[in-house]
Each structure stands twice: as structure tokens, then as C-alpha cells.
């Protein structure tokens, strides 16, 4: 009974393909985010949905298209993919968004690589 | 420039060790901040939560401080263990949550 789910685990891709990222919460939490970790492990956050509208864009590619529908679900949709997009990718939820973001929980990540 | 900054950014140390992990932050404004903890190949898993109005918290062997004043946090891990390698991060929360470099940590039995 994982809290954050996310699939698939690993994704290999070539270059211009379109792919999607699924990712569940069972917890009951009103805010779902996606982040990316570079390669130097950085981790940085990309979207925040909050009930399924979103909060938070942090100057991502518009070839990223989260999509949330419901609270319990946000998945991510990359189109024409690129090299640089190789990464691994967070979801996380929280209870609280906002200036007064609650604890975190996180998934284990969806390694993408870009070919 | 980095917001959030982890010194240092690796450490190895003998088993049984105290240690202290440093996290320093330039922005005043946190609401809370959060320790985490990352296996290879894994997520993250939340250890502590400190809110502003806190000035620590206390899990088992690892204690988290707050100082808003000095915009600083330590995670202290007291008599570490091999099983505490990973690598450790922290994150502020301001208007959203920003994410520390991480500290890889080995412990060697």
C-alpha cells in the first residue's frame, strides 16, 4: 500500500518521442507536485497542483503538460523530448500548499533517459 | 545562486560517530524546513519537519534545529551506523519548497 505510486519506475526513450508518467497518492492530500533531480542531484520543483488546479509553473517547457483528474492523481505528459530531459522524476503530496507547505512525501522516481 | 546550500557535501565517517550535517539558507521567510533522506535509486523519506515556531525536533538518534536568525539547520545523527549512508537533504519552505544540494553521507563499519 504505497502512498505515492508512480509508473513506470525506468523509461528509455529516443529523442522526439512523447511520453507520460503516471502518479497516485492514496494518502487523501489536497497537493500533488512534480520535480525533477538532475544529474547532480539537485532537485527542483517543476509543477504543483492544488485539488486539481494548478498552483505552481516554474518555467518549465510548455512540451510538459501535467494533467490532474483528480486530487488522488497527476500525471505528466513530455512531447517531443529532448536530451536535456533526461532525469529522474518526483512526484510528491502534501496535505497543505502554499506558503504553508506540510510535510512532503515522495515517490520513487521515474528515471528517464533520452536517447 | 543557490537558496538553499549543504555543507559539506560529502562526508565519511567510522561507525559510532556524532555528526553534524549543515544546511544554510538566505532567505528569511520559512515557514517550515524539512530533513530528507535519499537511498541510491530511490525517493525521499522524510525524517524531520521543523516549523518556524520551532527550534528543533527529535526523532530516535537524529536531532534537526532551526535558527531563522542565522537562516542555518543542522541534522545531528548521534552513534551513526552503516545503515545510515545515504545521501540527506534539506528544504525550506518559503513561497514554495526549495531543496538543499544534499550531504552524501558514508558510514563505514
Same mark, same amino acid.
Given at each position: 500500500? @504505497?502512498? &505515492?505510486?508512480?509508473?513506470?519506475?525506468?523509461?528509455?526513450?529516443?529523442?522526439? *518521442?512523447?511520453?507520460?508518467? $503516471?502518479?497516485? =497518492?492514496?494518502?487523501?492530500?489536497? @497537493?500533488?507536485?512534480?520535480?525533477?533531480?538532475?544529474? $547532480?542531484?539537485?532537485?527542483?520543483?517543476?509543477?504543483?497542483?492544488?485539488?486539481?488546479? %494548478?498552483?505552481?509553473?516554474?518555467?518549465?517547457? !510548455?512540451?510538459?503538460?501535467? #494533467?490532474?483528474?483528480? #486530487?488522488?492523481? %497527476? *500525471?505528466?505528459?513530455?512531447?517531443?523530448?529532448?536530451?536535456?530531459?533526461?532525469? &529522474?522524476?518526483?512526484?510528491?503530496?502534501?496535505?497543505?500548499?502554499?506558503?504553508?507547505?506540510?510535510?512532503?512525501?515522495?515517490?520513487?522516481?521515474?528515471?528517464?533517459?533520452?536517447? | 545562486? =543557490?537558496? &538553499?546550500?549543504?555543507?559539506?557535501?560529502? %562526508?565519511? &565517517?567510522?561507525?559510532?560517530?556524532? %555528526?553534524?550535517? !549543515?544546511?544554510?539558507?538566505?532567505?528569511?521567510?520559512?515557514?517550515?524546513? =524539512?530533513?530528507?533522506?535519499?537511498?541510491?535509486?530511490?525517493?525521499?523519506?522524510? /525524517? /524531520? /519537519?521543523?516549523?518556524?515556531?520551532?527550534?528543533? =525536533?527529535?526523532?530516535?538518534?537524529? !536531532?534537526?534545529?532551526?535558527? $531563522?536568525?542565522?537562516?542555518?539547520? @543542522?541534522?545531528?545523527?548521534?552513534?551513526?551506523?552503516?545503515?545510515?549512508?545515504?545521501?540527506?537533504?534539506?528544504?525550506?519552505?518559503?513561497?514554495?519548497?526549495?531543496?538543499?544540494?544534499? @550531504?552524501?553521507?558514508?558510514? #563505514?563499519?
Amino acid at each position: 500500500d @504505497t502512498a &505515492v505510486s508512480q509508473t513506470p519506475k525506468y523509461l528509455v526513450t529516443q529523442m522526439g *518521442n512523447d511520453k507520460s508518467i $503516471k502518479c497516485e =497518492q492514496n494518502l487523501g492530500h489536497d @497537493t500533488m507536485y512534480w520535480y525533477k533531480q538532475d544529474s $547532480k542531484k539537485f532537485l527542483k520543483i517543476m509543477f504543483s497542483y492544488n485539488n486539481k488546479e %494548478l498552483i505552481i509553473n516554474e518555467t518549465v517547457p !510548455n512540451r510538459f503538460s501535467p #494533467k490532474s483528474p483528480d #486530487k488522488a492523481h %497527476l *500525471n505528466l505528459h513530455i512531447n517531443s523530448l529532448e536530451l536535456g530531459d533526461s532525469a &529522474v522524476y518526483f512526484c510528491a503530496s502534501s496535505i497543505r500548499t502554499g506558503v504553508r507547505t506540510g510535510e512532503l512525501f515522495f515517490g520513487e522516481g521515474s528515471r528517464l533517459t533520452v536517447l | 545562486k =543557490q537558496e &538553499v546550500t549543504q555543507i559539506p557535501a560529502a %562526508l565519511s &565517517v567510522p561507525e559510532g560517530e556524532n %555528526l553534524v550535517l !549543515n544546511c544554510s539558507f538566505t532567505d528569511s521567510a520559512i515557514y517550515n524546513l =524539512q530533513w530528507f533522506r535519499q537511498d541510491p535509486g530511490k525517493g525521499l523519506t522524510s /525524517l /524531520l /519537519l521543523i516549523q518556524s515556531s520551532q527550534r528543533e =525536533q527529535t526523532s530516535g538518534r537524529l !536531532n534537526a534545529s532551526l535558527d $531563522k536568525s542565522s537562516g542555518r539547520s @543542522t541534522l545531528y545523527i548521534a552513534a551513526s551506523q552503516p545503515g545510515d549512508s545515504a545521501t540527506y537533504l534539506c528544504a525550506k519552505a518559503g513561497n514554495m519548497l526549495t531543496f538543499g544540494g544534499g @550531504t552524501r553521507l558514508m558510514v #563505514k563499519p
